[in-house]
């Protein structure tokens, strides 16, 4: 998506053929980057619905009129992007996972509690949330934006700071504002620098019995996700049986993706 806006900020125009070139060529290049390392890719997809509304209905309420303000065409994006989904599930030998309710970031969560101790796991995101699962071993991060990786010396304070601070851009306030903050016109968040954080780390246990915490929690601890939804993300990944690339040539010649044909042995 990063590298889709990308483009769109010059040519605004939705191209189903560019876009599936995109997706794909992405693939193939960090599944050629990294293999030998951290073994075949999973595709790890949002859901709708999210568990997170009835816990807290303000989670990421501000994000449709952020989206109308962008001038694009969303609901033709998104029609595209899950036709191309459809299309990778159906053809390529990857495990995608998508569990109803569920964020991406929720299904990542759970595979690497699951499977951390079994195998190295990478994280492909730029997303600083991800940070905190750098709390189980064999556990890393690549950021494709920065083309780097990402490394969290001490993820426990890394979330203990994500819950005082909130998240801003899914509508979560910090610890020390009302649940209403985004939503309410010209309402705003009390002060939360420096001095306030290490205030509230330093009275951590009060806190933690407060309403606003298990709000910010709930929300932002990944490892806070409901067992019945782990269960789930177990059961999709383990049912998901083994696919050979021998769909891969048609596909490829289908859809006039010639310049990805000569690299097909990368996918």
């Known amino acids: 998506m990063s590298s889709l806006f990308q483009v769109l900020k010059y040519n605004p125009e939705i191209n189903e053929g560019y876009l599936r070139h995109l997706i794909l060529n992405t693939y193939r ?3 050629k980057k990294f293999f030998s390392k951290y ?9 709708t619905n999210y568990w997170r509304k009835d816990f807290f209905p303000q989670y990421k309420a ?12 969303w609901n033709e994006l998104f029609s595209i992007m899950d036709k191309i989904r459809d299309e990778i599930k159906e053809t390529f ?18 595979l690497c509690r699951e499977f951390h101790d079994k195998e190295k796991i990478l994280i492909l995101s730029s997303d600083k949330d991800f940070q905190q699962l750098q709390r189980y071993e064999n556990v890393d991060q690549y950021s494709p934006l920065k083309k780097e990786f990402l490394v969290c010396d001490d993820p426990e304070h890394h979330l203990l700071y994500h819950i005082i601070k909130g998240d801003a851009s899914d509508g979560v306030p910090n610890l020390l504002s009302d649940d ?13 620098g420096k001095k306030a954080v290490d205030k509230v780390l ?25 067992e019945k939804y782990r269960q789930e993300v177990n059961e999709v990944y383990n049912s998901q049986v083994e696919k050979t690339r021998s769909k891969l040539l048609s596909y490829f010649i289908e859809h006039k993706l010639k310049n990805l044909i000569g690299s097909i042995e990368e996918f």
């Open 39 to 47: 073994g075949e890719l999973v595709i790890c997809h949002d859901s």
């Open 202 to 226: 330093k009275e951590i246990d009060q806190w933690k019995e407060t309403e606003n915490w298990k709000r910010n929690q709930t929300i932002i601890d990944l490892h806070s996700l409901p």
């Open 180 to 192: 209403d903050t985004f939503v309410v016109e010209d309402k705003r968040q009390k002060p939360c």
């Open 29 to 31: 290049m960090y599944r």
């Open 62 to 73: 501000n994000r449709k009129k952020a989206l109308e303000k962008s001038g694009l065409n």
């Open 93 to 110: 030998p990857y495990k995608n996972i998508k569990v109803s309710r569920l964020e991406a970031d929720d299904v990542i969560a759970c």
